[in-house]
């Protein structure tokens, strides 16, 4: 079985910063590409940014230059840094992972739970 869990969500004030964490654990061979997701009250899951496995990245519009996502391999661990926060940016954020279990296998998608992230003026 593998587990993705989110953490690093919390209250800050706009402007401020927040690093999240994407963490898999259990039965990881690779991690693939990986795409953190955000959904705000009422409104649909987006996209807001995603990395290969070979370290490219793509982000929305509306996070570039603010939002930087990384990974750590051998943690098996891709990050979100988030930076200059705006109220807009107030939603629930996933991490959506592609990971294979076994080299012989094919991969697999897994969503984590979910981190709230709340910026407050």
């Known amino acids: 079985q593998v587990q993705v869990v989110e953490s690093g969500g919390g209250l800050v004030q706009a402007g401020g910063s927040l690093r999240l964490s994407c963490g898999a654990s259990g039965r990881v061979f690779r991690i693939n590409a990986v795409g953190w997701y955000r959904q705000a009250p009422g409104k649909q899951r987006e996209l807001v940014a995603r990395?290969?496995?070979?370290?490219?990245?793509d982000y929305a519009d509306s996070v570039k230059g603010r939002f930087t996502i990384s990974r750590d391999n051998a943690k098996n661990t891709v990050y979100l840094q988030i930076d200059s926060l705006k109220l807009e940016d107030t939603a629930v954020y996933y991490c959506n992972a592609d990971i294979q279990s076994s080299p012989h296998i094919g991969q697999w998608n897994y969503w984590g739970q979910g981190t709230q992230v709340t910026v407050s003026s």
């Open positions: 990395i290969t496995t070979d370290g490219s990245t």
